[in-house]
């Protein structure tokens, strides 16, 4: 028998890469048609609703002991309060990265979005068949949005080579990060959970998808379903 043998092997990050763990905020409060949210820079800032602080709490007994470098969040109070119990175990403030808030919504911000999903509205119907955001009016175009999340992680991967980073952010900056990363179609990552955990390896121009969508830590095993965007 030949003593010579080729093991599979295990992944191993490139050097001076950044491993890069995107988590989408908490569930966020119910939208009203009578009480639509609050606006930061013209976007909707809804707080965590009951179920999202339960999130933020599962979220930093998961990572608490990952050996984290950094913690993230955007300039919406949702990441903010999700990333909140994990930095008091931690003991570290989160910076914030604005360049990685949610996609702008134009004149479908504050809470209107859901319902017009909801409602089956042509324009959200369109939204969804051709995986744009501007069809809404007034709304980010994809290519601007991509941009903008593209330079945002590469500042992150500049700053923390060689190191393990969480940034707390929203369901449509995960879905344009892994599109780029994968090549896919522009909403193909669209509709990760509240809570859940997705992973890249950013590694100059070479982004590598790890894990999306883990949601190991939330419970509900493979029966957990995706939340509405924002």
Known sequence: MSAVEY?????????GSTEVLLIRHGESAPARPDRPFSLVDGQGDPELAPTGVAHARAVADRLAGEGLDALYVTTLRRTAET???LAARLG???RVEAGLRE???GSWEGGLLRRKTAEGDPVAVRLRAEQR????PGAETNEAFDARVAAALDRLHEDHPDQRIAVFTHGGVIAAALARATGSRPFAFLGSDNGSLSQLVLAGPQWILRRF???????GGLSQAPQGLT
């Open 7 to 15: 093991r599979q092997h295990r992944f191993s990050a490139p050097p």
């Open 83 to 85: 990333a909140a119990p």
């Open 92 to 94: 570290v403030e989160p």
């Open 103 to 105: 996609v702008h919504l």
């Open 133 to 136: 955001w501007d069809v809404i």
């Open 213 to 219: 969508n883990d949601t190991t830590h939330l419970g």
